[in-house]
């Protein structure tokens, strides 16, 4: 079954207001990152996709990944809880709740505006090229993970 799509306005609607339903106290129903923590670690996705912050994995590393990880990362199965996270993706100072969320609401916001056809066959920093669909699992599943474990 394919998941929602992040370029449909219907989609974007949903997941920004369930980001919308967060509040700072909310609390994860498993694993140990605060609200806004979480926020944090969902922008890196985005980061990754359009800023010039994260380097670039060396190329045996991102072979390793592309033939080891990605499947996992793109495909439409969801992650179980405690999945393991790359280095990146771990964020251990505390966080603003409110910078992150508007980053996060306003990635989303960016991802649709930008549209479907910029992102087939884009090049992932982590993953080389990825399909319009793999983009869309990997944007879509990673933040729907995140927040349910906050329970939105």
């Known amino acids: 079954m394919a998941l929602p799509s992040v370029f449909a306005p219907e989609t974007i ?5 369930r980001i919308h339903q967060l509040k700072p106290e ?5 694993g140990t990152m605060s609200v806004a923590q979480m926020l944090a670690h969902c922008n890196v996705t985005y980061e990754m996709a359009y800023e010039n912050k994260h380097k670039a994995p060396p190329i045996f590393m991102k072979w390793m990944l592309k033939a080891f990880v990605k499947n996992s ?25 409110d910078i992150e969320k508007k980053r996060l609401l306003d990635y989303i916001t960016k991802t649709e505006s930008l549209g ?14 990825l ?12 933040l729907d993970h995140h927040l349910k474990q906050f329970g939105v």
């Open 116 to 129: 479907a056809s910029h992102f087939d066959q884009k090049e992932s920093l982590s993953f080389g090229k």
């Open 73 to 97: 990362v793109v495909n439409e199965v969801p992650y179980k809880k405690g999945s393991a996270t790359a280095p990146a993706f771990i964020i251990k100072e505390e966080k603003s709740f």
């Open 13 to 17: 609607q949903q997941l920004q207001a």
């Open 131 to 142: 399909s319009l669909e793999e983009w869309n699992n990997m944007f879509y599943k990673h």
């Open 26 to 30: 909310s609390k994860a129903q498993w």
